[in-house]
């Protein structure tokens, strides 16, 4: 069993930085792939990235490529998003995810998501 809680969202202008953080509990979560998703109101849930359990290999959607930066940290049970160079169409809930199908949207486990808006 692994509980996810998300935490670093907020309000930035069009431009700026957030950095997202997702704090797992559970023994098991340096065995998982952990990844970021997002939902924009009226849209459907959207990969962002995913990383792989060692942190060796990461994968990113191509809106995000060269401005989010996912990463991880195993002895501390938390996975990070970098978020550079935001856009008003990076506005979304974001969510955590753990799991062995993230690329296609299955996710194990959830975190309750952390609200990200990016203002014009």
């Known amino acids: 069993q692994v509980q996810l809680v998300e935490s670093g969202g907020g309000l930035v202008q069009a431009g700026g930085s957030l950095r997202l953080s997702c704090a797992a509990s559970?023994?098991?979560?340096?065995?998982?792939?952990m990844g970021w998703f997002r939902q924009a109101p009226g849209k459907e849930r959207e990969y962002v990235a995913h990383?792989?359990?060692?942190?060796?290999?990461?994968y990113y959607t191509d809106s995000v490529k060269g401005r989010f930066t996912i990463s991880r940290d195993n002895a501390k049970n938390t996975v990070y998003l970098q978020m550079n160079s935001l856009k008003p169409e990076d506005t979304a809930v974001y969510y955590c995810?753990?799991?062995?199908?993230?690329?296609?949207?299955?996710?194990?486990?959830w975190g309750q998501g952390t609200q990200v808006t990016v203002s014009s």
């Open positions: 995810a753990a799991g062995q199908r993230l690329r296609v949207g299955v996710g194990d486990y």
């Open positions: 990383i792989s359990w060692s942190g060796g290999s990461t």
């Open positions: 559970g023994r098991s979560f340096s065995t998982y792939d």
